[in-house]
């Protein structure tokens, strides 16, 4: 019944990997064989959660959640990595705060978590742009990806870095560099969004963007209640199970119909003139 609740709640547009491994959960797979191989982004874009939730704990217990979560999707080992890494970030942005987060300090705290070299390659690589102050353009160009950011995790999170260390302090200018770098820009966004609020703050969220959040039956209101719920099971002796929050989760299926609609028109008209 939980994973039928995750497929019909799932956000349009979801990734192919995380598509699969629900509709698994939904026929009754296992979580342990329900993820699928892939090194897909959708990992990273719930790892900064994590981070933050476990910044009072072991990195060990960072890592063995963030283990869990991605390979609930994606069993590449690539994913998992990637996904600890933007935790780590989180992690290290909240502890830290905007004017204490240092790329090699960073870097250090990473090293001995990442073994995929072409994810490590990018990772050094936005922590030199971002200390020399290099824009998002050169940075795009030191690592090859003039076109736009991929789906593929290993360019997803070290973009997503890159934004977060060259602007720890500034949410707007962060997200608004992650998003025009092209490609798969709502992922690098939501990655970098994640990291940088870790770092500064929900206060710090551009109001107008809180104003247009179309998310509906879910509210902002309900988010922050959903956020503060969380919060509280990270304190001592209160991580035991919460009851669910009211939604009204029926709507849930017409709206991502609706929107699965608007996210396949869209794709359609990209492929048409003029380009």
Known sequence: MAAAGVVAGSAAGVGMATARATIKLWLGFPPGRSGVW??????????????????????????????????????????????VVVAMAARLGL????????????????????????????????????ASGATAE???????????????????????????????????????QAVCMGGDADSVGAV???????TVGADVIPREWLDGLAEWPRSVAWLRRLAERLARTAEPGRNGPQAALPLMWPALVPRNLLFLGVVLLHGVRRLLPPY
């Open 38 to 83: 892939s090194a897909g982004n959708g990992p990273a874009m719930r790892a900064a959660v994590i981070g933050a939730w476990t910044a009072g704990e072991d990195v060990r217990r960072l890592a063995e959640l963030v283990r869990a979560s991605t390979r609930l999707t994606h069993t590449h080992p690539a994913a998992e990595q990637g996904a």
């Open 192 to 198: 970098t969004g994640g990291i940088v609020g870790a």
């Open 138 to 176: 050169a940075f795009l160009r030191a690592v090859d990806l003039d076109a736009g950011v991929t789906g593929w995790i290993c360019h997803t999170v070290p973009a997503a870095v890159f934004c977060w260390l060259r602007w720890p302090g500034d949410s707007r200018t962060a997200v608004e």
């Open 95 to 130: 502890a830290a705060g905007p004017t204490g987060v240092e790329p090699s300090s960073f870097l250090d705290s990473v090293r001995p978590l990442v073994r995929e070299a072409d994810l490590w390659d990018r990772l050094k690589i936005a922590a030199e742009c971002a």
